[in-house]
């Protein structure tokens, strides 16, 4: 079954550096996502992505993140300089269409600021 | 942000009894629902979904129902396998965007 592959698992990193997550969504997928979930809280959504632009993003996504389709396969979250607030699981997601379909998520990378 | 309600946090069912799990919403603009089951470090799972034309969706041991006037939807799993003890998330978005609002999330345990 195809997948939605993120790495890596968990990345450790003082605050105040930048960090990159890395995303590989289904092939055929045309839509791509970024949620995160704080420990003990909701999964929250932060960004949508789709025809090489954001089409919708949360408050949560601010000046601080970025998201860029490099290639034809790779989808990022860079975060430009974290704080200890964006400790966070991050997933990855990807739909073919916008509609009621699932999407497919990531198994996600465990972001830790120290 | 509480427009998607999950208010049992958790709920536990005996191997081969129905599992029925709720969420409620406050907002009438949402017309597209998911349930997702989650494993410890693992991402969701989509398991199904409804659109708010629908007041009933199956699929094999899993059906979501809707109910567009008390804003409630629930998934009945028949009949619950261990397999199926996880985190159990519903979510909902409103057609023109792409965001999905999750609720907190509902530890369902299948005891053998």
């Known amino acids: ?114 | 942000d509480q427009q998607v309600k999950q208010n049992s946090p958790s709920l536990s069912v005996q191997e081969g009894r129905i599992s029925i799990l709720n969420c409620d919403y406050t907002n009438s603009m949402f017309d597209y629902f998911l349930w997702y089951k989650k494993y410890p470090a693992e991402g969701p799972t989509f398991l199904i979904s409804i659109s708010s034309i629908k007041d009933k969706n199956e699929d094999g041991r899993f059906t979501v129902f809707l109910n567009k006037s008390a804003k409630h939807l629930s998934l009945h799993i028949v009949p619950s396998q261990p397999g199926d003890s996880a985190v159990y998330f519903c979510a909902a978005k409103a057609s023109g965007t792409y965001k999905y609002i999750f609720g907190t999330g509902t530890r369902l345990k299948v005891l053998a």
């Not at chain 1, 939605?4 to 995303?23: A, K, N």
């Not at chain 1, 993003?57 to 290639?71: A, G, H, L, T, Y």
């Not at chain 1, 400790?87 to 916008?98: H, L, N, R, W």
């Open chain 1, 1 to 114: 079954e195809p997948e939605v592959t993120q790495t890596p698992s968990h990345q450790v990193t003082q605050m105040g550096q930048e960090v990159i997550l890395r995303c590989v969504p289904i092939s055929n997928h045309l839509y791509f996502y970024w949620y995160r979930q704080i420990l003990g809280q909701k999964v929250e959504f932060l960004v949508s992505f789709y025809n090489n632009e954001i089409s919708e993003k949360s408050e949560i996504f601010d000046d601080q993140f970025s998201v860029e389709r490099p290639d034809g396969s790779n989808f990022t979250l860079k975060i430009r300089s974290t704080k200890l607030e964006d400790s966070a699981m991050y997933f990855c997601a990807s739909s073919e269409g916008q509609g009621a379909g699932g999407y497919t998520f990531g198994s996600g990378t465990r972001l830790t600021v120290v």
